[in-house]
């Protein structure tokens, strides 16, 4: 129905130039020698373990499960009450309840300039040994003025958490040090998405690893779960194209298996003038359909595991960084 | 700032301080930089290649929504994590870059991109000081400038300006403690600091002088294109992202900040700064009405004139745009498409309720500044005024309905969203297409309603229409520049870095001002 633009002559070249700048091509595996691991520490996160570079910082790792956000305090003595008020946004507490040993407490959210009106937080607390692990997620308080909504705690009343310890290989997820069993996963089935991410910069013996390096030497590594994408009308007529729209950027793909499953690992080439930056992108994708837990487990569900790399490491000559970012993907595996 | 006695100074320190606008400031997220403009290898790994665009013509729109939701999804997880947390970004402050001095590192000028600020940062250090005294001493033979550190206050613009103008006001009085400090151990004088400020950081200057005490330390507050009551252009913004350049060397940045709705509002839906730049309560068109957002009804031709004559069919606010407009969940006028808001995975309940806590911090923020004295009380304002330069100032949603020209109007079931229905946006082809492609499309066969929103036609600086610059500020405390500036280039504009000196001389040669 709506009117469209005629095609232009500084159109087509704009596109030509676009279409021109961005060369493709394909690598064979034998081209790229991984770096020797040897030396480099395994994380375990969420469902899966990798090998981080020993010159980069101990890597921020995040959790995610649904809507609620995970954090671990360490040596937290005092009462879960007192550590939940002590939170710089919550305000009156409105319910209180102990579900399977962990404290839920559901409060007005302080916003600072105003307690809003439309949310509740609803904080988990969890004690193991000095550390407490938090929760946080968020209530409609319009749907639920009494903070009723037991949605909320479902991931708590499915879960226990413990140091990691041979227990780690029932059904369950690590995240900073801890071992959360839980049968959050199959109960949910598809709809239990998560998300667990690590990234870390490499620390620089100048101590300035903030500035110039943080830009240019760093890694972001995301476990994603969630529900197979089923398609709808989102038309699969041509493959897809990322990154065909920024002039200068050249492209060499190759694809690899990782931990059995399919991989593509992409080397991204930025030219501008004398100036060149390069890159590394990965992704993994786990086949569908078995969800997260049955890494240890059997159990059903349309879900779709996948992990996205993004590596960065200016400081090293461009073949030594890409065989490092080549080690740390095929390093990436799930927890046996 | 004291009102006594005019005794006018000898020996004078000043400190100023520059304020960016809203995406000006370097930002972090736990030990990453996440936000640089000043690198272009970082913007274009995050977010030209986080941009869901796909080449071809609409025919080949490859699992376009697959494309664009995962880049949203990026960017979300990038600029505000899984649920908003005022502190999830911070500036970065105070790290060494390339090209600054130690000095200039220690002034904090590195939390501030300096391909938008470093020419006025350098000018202001290097060559203000010298002109400033030549011109002073026209009305204080005396005075002598003996120190003017320039300072920069980056800030995480994605928080509340409540919150930024908090941070700001920290470094405010840390940074005129020291001069006062040097002022006192050399015979000098002190009155407090200058703020320069670009776009939002004019908000952060108010929120840190009258929300959070730093007025005393402020001698003056320089506010260059302040959207004082907000600008229109970014409710458009919520429903078709940023505004097309044309080809040009401006297509990247275009394609960096979000060509469409899904990506603006999956980031701006869940920050509260950006919000406040909505037209809040006070916004006035420029022709001063009240009503800036009109659903029209479709156009005529001379049978429907006839038959139907030319009215529009609604125009809002009546009084509060943040509950009759951008609350408005079921209206296709709404602020935020809650589907976006999510893009990584719809959370349990409604995702409309994460934006409506974000937008009632606006409306707060907005009426509690008002309510406080709105501006610091020697505050400057200089806007363009280029009727060349093509600005929103108000908002006209139109719409193509079949029997339209004969007279069809627009009818309550037209702006309705249904319960679990998605309008399907369309956005134009990145190279082929124009901003004017943009629509919701009512369906095939010609049997819904399309809905554009008109091209604007205001004067301004294409983001911040003039009538901001015509409120509540006396005329000689406010200028407005014809031929313009763009909003974005405003501040490098060699028109609004001579009128920025200007005020500072204006200032330093009040002997009033001075204790």
């Not at chain 1, 038309?235 to 990782?258: H, Q, W, Y």
């Not at chain 2, 930002?27 to 403009?37: H, M």
């Not at chain 2, 020291?178 to 000098?188: F, L, P, T």
Request: charged share 20%; glycine share 8%; with cysteine.
């Amino acid at each position: 129905m709506h009117q469209r633009a005629a095609f232009s002559p500084m159109a087509i070249l704009g596109l030509l130039v676009v279409l021109l700048s961005t060369l493709a091509a394909c690598k064979t595996e034998e081209q790229i020698v991984p770096a020797d691991l040897s030396a480099w520490p395994t994380v375990h996160l969420g469902f899966h373990q990798f090998r981080t570079p020993p010159d980069f910082t101990a890597p921020d790792i995040t959790a995610t499960i649904g809507s609620t956000a995970i954090t671990v305090l360490r040596n937290q003595a005092g009462r879960a009450q007192d550590i939940v008020l002590a939170q710089e946004d919550v305000g009156e507490i409105i319910r209180h309840m102990t579900v399977n040993d962990w404290e839920v407490f559901v409060t007005s959210e302080d916003m600072g300039l105003i307690v809003s009106s439309y949310t509740y937080l609803v904080l988990g607390l969890y004690r193991v040994g000095n550390d407490v692990v938090m929760t946080r997620d968020s209530m409609s308080r319009t749907d639920f003025p009494k903070g009723d909504d037991a949605e909320k705690w479902l991931f708590h009343s499915l879960t226990r958490v413990a140091p990691v310890g041979p227990n780690a290989r029932a059904m369950g997820f690590v995240f900073d040090g801890l071992f959360f069993e839980t049968a959050y996963f199959d109960q949910a089935g598809p709809d239990a998405e998560a998300m667990f991410s690590a990234s870390a910069v490499r620390a620089e013996e100048t101590g300035q690893a903030e500035a110039d390096a943080a830009a240019s030497n760093n890694y972001q590594l995301y476990f994603i779960i969630g529900p197979a994408d089923q398609g709808g009308d989102d038309r699969p007529l041509v493959k897809p194209n990322d990154i065909a729209d920024v002039p200068g950027v050249k492209v060499e793909n190759s694809t690899l298996k990782v931990d059995g499953a399919d991989a593509g690992f992409s080397r991204v080439t930025l030219r501008e003038g004398d100036d060149v930056q390069t890159w590394f992108d990965a992704t993994v994708f786990w086949p569908v359909g078995s969800s997260p837990g049955a890494t240890l487990t059997s159990s059903p569900g349309a879900t779709l595991t996948s992990a996205h790399l993004k590596f960065v490491n200016a400081a090293e000559p461009e073949a030594d960084a890409e065989g490092r970012a080549l080690g740390l993907l095929t390093s990436i595996s799930r927890r046996r | 700032m004291a009102g006594g006695t005019a005794v006018c100074p000898a020996d004078v320190i000043v400190p100023v301080i520059l304020l960016p606008g809203i995406m000006g400031s370097r930002l972090k997220s736990g030990n990453q930089i996440v936000w640089d403009p000043d690198s272009k290898g970082l913007m274009i790994r995050h977010y030209a290649l986080n941009a869901g665009s796909v080449p071809g013509p609409d025919l080949f729109r490859t699992r376009e929504r697959s494309n664009v939701r995962a880049a949203a999804a990026k960017r979300k997880a990038l600029l505000v994590g899984n649920r908003f947390d005022k502190n999830f970004l911070k500036p970065v402050e105070f790290a060494p870059v390339a090209g600054l001095t130690a000095a200039q590192v220690s002034r904090n000028w590195s939390s501030v991109s300096l391909s938008s600020y470093g020419p006025i940062l350098r000018d202001m250090e290097s060559s203000f000081p010298a002109r400033l005294t030549h011109e002073v001493r026209k009305h204080n033979p005396q005075f002598n400038l003996v120190r003017m550190p320039v300072y920069a206050c980056g800030y995480n613009w994605s928080a509340s300006n409540y919150d930024s103008g908090k941070a700001a006001a920290a470094h405010i009085k840390t940074w005129v403690a020291e001069a006062r400090k040097w002022a006192a151990a050399n015979d000098a004088q002190c009155p407090g600091a200058i703020l320069v400020t670009h776009s939002m950081g004019g908000f952060v200057a108010r929120s840190a002088a009258l929300m959070h005490g730093a007025a005393g330390d402020i001698l003056a507050v320089i506010s260059t294109v302040m959207p004082t009551d907000g600008a229109p252009a970014a409710y458009k913004r919520f429903h078709f992202g940023f505004e097309n350049p044309g080809i040009g060397a401006e297509l990247g940045s275009y394609v960096v900040l979000g060509r469409q709705g899904s990506l603006v509002t999956a980031l701006l839906g869940h920050m509260p700064g950006a919000q406040e730049l909505l037209p809040n309560k006070r916004y006035r068109a420029n022709d001063s009405s009240r009503q800036w957002l009109h659903i029209l009804n479709p156009a005529r031709n001379l049978v429907g004139n006839a038959i139907s004559g030319g009215a529009g069919y609604l125009h809002l606010p009546k009084a509060n745009p943040y509950t009759e407009i951008y609350r408005k969940k079921d209206k296709m006028y709404r602020a935020a498409n809650p589907d976006w808001l999510f893009p990584e995975a719809l959370p349990k309940g409604d995702p409309f309720d994460e934006f409506l806590r974000h937008n009632q911090v606006a409306e707060a923020w907005h009426d509690r500044i008002y309510s406080a004295g709105d501006f610091h009380e020697l505050t400057y304002m200089c806007h363009s005024a280029d009727p060349g330069m093509k600005t929103y100032d108000f908002i006209s949603w139109r719409p193509d309905m079949t029997g339209g020209s004969l007279g069809r109007s627009v009818k309550e079931s037209n702006i309705t969203i249904k319960e679990g229905a998605t309008p399907n946006y369309r956005r134009e082809h990145v190279v082929w297409g124009n901003e004017g492609d943009k629509h919701i499309d009512g369906g095939y066969l010609g049997l819904g309603t399309d809905w554009t929103i008109a091209a604007p036609v205001g004067s301004g600086d294409r983001t911040v229409p003039i009538s901001a610059s015509t409120l509540r500020i006396s005329g000689k405390r406010r200028a407005v520049h014809h031929p313009g500036y763009e909003h974005e280039a405003a501040i490098r504009a060699r028109v609004v870095i001579d009128w920025v000196r200007g005020r500072m001389a204006e200032v330093l040669g009040s002997c009033e001002l001075y204790q």
